[in-house]
């Protein structure tokens, strides 16, 4: 079921939420796995909230991060050999949180419903993990843990049109991959997320699609967001298309996801899992749901969530 905290009952804000720093400040970064079982198990979309940090041990170490790049047309060797090791600590977070996972046959039901051009890839895919049931409800990403992210992101037409955004986001839960694939028959480069998910991207058609979290706690029945986002730029070949898509895909969260496409035509959609996809009022004449200058954070349309961005507020 839903949680319902709308605006009209809002959170209160914990006293001690009144510093971001005070979450990361002493933090062992090396301990992430821990960190990411006790997110994943976090109710968040009740209050109250923890009032302090999770506890771990003070530490100064220097924070490393390696980028890699992924390059294959078909599902081959390099992302077997992704799936490979990023599976058993996946799998602890998917078996994690307070909701239910679906099974494989739920799970894949869902997606031939609602993303029918990638069921051949994500059949590919599970055979790669041995055909494990688990594996395969994963990969379909059919009700994951709920899961925060913060971000911003702006579409740009002086010098571009340029999808531009940062990323706030926990260096732990970040697959650090680039990869450029063929999957469905077109290319896309994007970001890896939650093994062949994607936090944004562009493909061949010169369509760029990204995303920030939509700043609303409750969560539903629906996708998580990097596999629709690897959806849209996989099918679509501009921002009307993936409007399209976008509000026809049911979400498990909310999100805001802004599309551009190489005409400069441009949209955020507000993504929830209780509620239709909304687009802003601003439109473009004789284009439906396309906005003029559309950019996104971390908060949800109509109204912000009390607290949420103070712990990742840069």
């Not at 050999?81 to 494989?104: I, K, M």
């Not at 260096?171 to 680039?178: G, K, N, Q, W």
């Not at 070949?237 to 969260?253: D, F, G, Q």
Request: one cysteine or more; a positive charge.
């Amino acid at each position: 079921m839903t949680a319902e905290h709308d605006s009209e009952h809002p959170a209160e804000t914990p006293p001690d939420w009144l510093d971001w720093r005070q979450w990361v400040e002493g933090t062992d970064w090396s301990d992430w796995r821990s960190w990411l079982r006790r997110i994943a198990a976090a109710d968040w979309s009740a209050a109250p909230w923890p009032g302090a940090p999770w506890e771990q041990e003070a530490g100064t170490k220097p924070i490393p991060l390696s980028l890699r790049t992924l390059e294959e047309d078909e599902p081959g060797d390099q992302i077997a050999g992704h799936l490979r090791a990023a599976w058993p600590g996946f799998r602890r977070w998917w078996h994690g949180g307070t909701n239910v996972r679906p099974s494989a046959g739920q799970a894949g039901a869902r997606f031939e419903q609602h993303m029918p051009e990638l069921v051949p890839t994500w059949r590919r895919l599970t055979a790669m993990l041995g055909d494990d049931p688990d594996a395969a409800a994963a990969l379909a990403l059919w009700n994951p843990p709920p899961f925060l992210t913060g971000c911003s992101q702006a579409a740009v037409l002086p010098g571009g049109p340029a999808l531009v955004r940062n990323y706030d986001w926990d260096y732990r839960l970040f697959d650090a991959v680039v990869a450029r694939t063929s999957y469905a028959g077109r290319r896309v480069l994007g970001m890896l997320d939650c093994l062949w998910g994607l936090l944004d991207g562009v493909n061949d058609a010169g369509l760029a699609v990204s995303l920030t979290f939509g700043g609303r706690p409750q969560a539903g029945e629906g996708f998580g967001i990097p596999l629709v986002i690897r959806y849209v730029l996989q099918t679509c070949a501009n921002a009307e298309e993936a409007v399209r898509a976008l509000r026809r895909i049911p979400v498990h969260m909310s999100y805001n996801v802004t599309v551009l496409d190489r005409n400069g035509s441009r949209s955020t959609v507000y993504l929830a899992p209780d509620r239709p996809a909304h687009l802003p009022s601003q439109r473009r004449a004789g284009r439906p749901g396309l906005r003029r200058r559309p950019r996104a954070s971390r908060r949800r349309a109509g109204g912000r969530w009390p607290g949420r961005g103070r712990p990742i507020r840069r």
